[in-house]
T-cell receptor, first 111, second 117 residues
Framework: SQQGEEDPQALSIQEGENATMNCSYKTSINNLQWYRQNSGRGLVHLILIRSNEREKHSGRLRVTLDTSKKSSSLLITASRAADTASYFCATATTSGSRLTFGEGTQLTVNP | DTGVSQDPRHKITKRGQNVTFRCDPISEHNRLYWYRQTLGQGPEFLTYFQNEAQLEKSRLLSDRFSAERPKGSFSTLEIQRTEQGDSAMYLC???????????????FGSGTQLSVL
């Protein structure tokens, strides 16, 4: 079963706009990660945020984590057509050794 | 290119046949994972290895599935007596966590797309 649930399932925006994707999870976590997947390809790691962190930045990416609400958000600023992909959150539990992925958000950035 | 390679990229087989996939992780990574992904869904965990030891298997991994990592380097995933429900993308990933009890980021291969007719 999936631990995380992404919202929205699909998002379509214009180039230059910001894209925000949300992830909710159910159990206590050690860290939360975001991955990107282009159609028919493997996943690429974007950013990792630990349970004791609240916000993290990497280039045009901003991730927040609210452990009290068991939720995270990924913000992509100044989106580009090349950002078109599926984005997944994944959680690592405090005691487990696997990553559990959500169902993903399909982002389409129109040029 | 993440450095994790999978072979073949695509496999078409008839129901009832056996198939085997190979994964070559990043050479210095001691952890290797197998995930399965169906269209429109996130990857689902199947199993993982720490060096050559298979430490965890999902309930998704029925007795028709077997995975090996004989020398702690490459891994194979075999599916016996394939069924149409096995059609999916099979993803391999590797990592080298700084501490054994935590997860760091995974490096994924491009996957093997299996179609069972």
């Amino acid at each position: 079963s999936q631990q995380g649930e992404e919202d929205p399932q699909a998002l379509s925006i214009q180039e230059g706009e910001n894209a925000t994707m949300n992830c909710s999870y159910k159990t206590s976590i050690n860290n939360l990660q975001w991955y990107r997947q282009n159609s028919g390809r493997g996943l690429v790691h974007l950013i990792l945020i630990r349970s004791n962190e609240r916000e993290k930045h990497s280039g045009r990416l901003r991730v927040t984590l609210d452990t009290s609400k068991k939720s995270s958000s990924l913000l992509i600023t100044a989106s580009r057509a090349a950002d078109t992909a599926s984005y997944f959150c994944a959680t690592a539990t405090t005691s487990g050794s696997r990553l559990t992925f959500g169902e993903g958000t399909q982002l389409t950035v129109n040029p | 290119d993440t450095g994790v390679s999978q072979d073949p990229r695509h496999k078409i087989t008839k129901r009832g046949q056996n198939v085997t996939f190979r994964c070559d992780p990043i050479s210095e990574h001691n952890r290797l994972y197998w995930y399965r992904q169906t269209l429109g869904q996130g990857p689902e965990f199947l199993t993982y290895f720490q060096n050559e030891a298979q430490l965890e298997k999902s309930r998704l991994l029925s007795d028709r599935f077997s995975a090996e990592r004989p020398k702690g380097s490459f891994s194979t995933l075999e599916i016996q007596r394939t069924e149409q429900g096995d059609s999916a993308m099979y993803l391999c990933a590797s990592s080298s966590p700084e501490r054994a009890s935590t997860n760091e980021k995974l490096f994924f291969g491009s996957g093997t797309q299996l179609s069972v007719l």
